[in-house]
Nanobody, 125 residues
Framework: AVKLVESGGGSVLPGGSLTLSCASF????????MAWFRQVRGKAREGVAA???????FYADSVRGRFIISEDDARKSAYLLMTDLQPEDPAVYFC???????????????????WGQGIQVAVSS
């Protein structure tokens, strides 16, 4: 089993930056994705960014150019640097690992086996 724990959330002013961290515990798959999703209450969960161990990165159009996903060499931690945060970015952000199924070709629309508990990001003036 794998446990994921997010940290680094909070509230910033519009245009501000935050870095989310995701620590993983257990047997992570070294040939799979780490990803970030977000969800606003009452709306569907949205894929934000994903990174594969081979270096491929995927971003939602809404965050491309503002957010950067990365991970450490041991694949035990993943990060999401969020810059130029906008009023549409507040949500609960979730870390995910273990993409499975054919949809992994587009990981931001895929199913993942393991999820963190989520962390709140707010943007407020």
């Amino acid at each position: 089993a794998v446990k994921l724990v997010e940290s680094g959330g909070g509230s910033v002013l519009p245009g501000g930056s935050l870095t989310l961290s995701c620590a993983s515990f257990g047997d992570t798959d070294t040939d799979n994705f780490m990803a970030w999703f977000r969800q606003v209450r009452g709306k569907a969960r949205e894929g934000v960014a994903a990174i594969h161990s081979d270096g491929r990165r995927f971003y939602a159009d809404s965050v491309r150019g503002r957010f950067i996903i990365s991970e450490d060499d041991a694949r035990k931690s993943a990060y999401l640097l969020m810059t130029d945060l906008q009023p549409e970015d507040p949500a609960v952000y979730f870390c995910a690992h273990g993409c499975y199924g054919y949809a992994c070709k587009t990981p931001l629309q895929a199913a993942f086996a393991y999820w963190g508990q989520g962390i709140q990001v707010a943007v407020s003036s």
